[in-house]
């Protein structure tokens, strides 16, 4: 079956930076489009960032203001997402997805 297993959160100081990863299982990864979401505490799920199944297309919410890039490695099944400058408002877990599943997710503290 599908499955996502998300790593490389952690606290973090504002301005700090961190790379998410993620491993895909159960699927043909290199033609799907990938997906990055957060939660943030009291908050609903929302979309970070996607590529497409071949990585030359990426798209970012508003939010990221040029501060996330979003990579595969499709010979890995392999999904990333690399936070830089992080904020406070940044605190949340974060998932990835497709097929409207989602993994356990991975906490990102960011904090002083």
């Known amino acids: 079956q599908v499955k996502f297993v998300e790593s490389g959160g952690g606290w973090v100081l504002p301005g700090g930076s961190l790379t998410l990863s993620c491993a895909a299982s159960?699927?043909?990864?290199?033609?799907?489009?990938m997906h990055w979401y957060r939660q943030r505490p009291g908050k609903g799920r929302e979309l970070v960032a996607l590529?497409?199944?071949?990585?030359?297309?990426?798209n970012y919410a508003d939010f990221v203001e040029g501060r996330f890039i979003i990579s595969r490695d499709n010979t890995k099944n392999m999904t990333y997402l690399q936070m830089n400058d992080l904020k406070p408002e940044d605190t949340a877990t974060y998932y990835c997805?497709?097929?409207?599943?989602y993994g356990q997710g991975t906490q990102v503290t960011v904090s002083s």
């Open positions: 590529i497409s199944s071949g990585g030359s297309t990426t």
């Open positions: 997805s497709q097929f409207h599943v």
């Open positions: 159960g699927f043909t990864f290199s033609q799907y489009i």
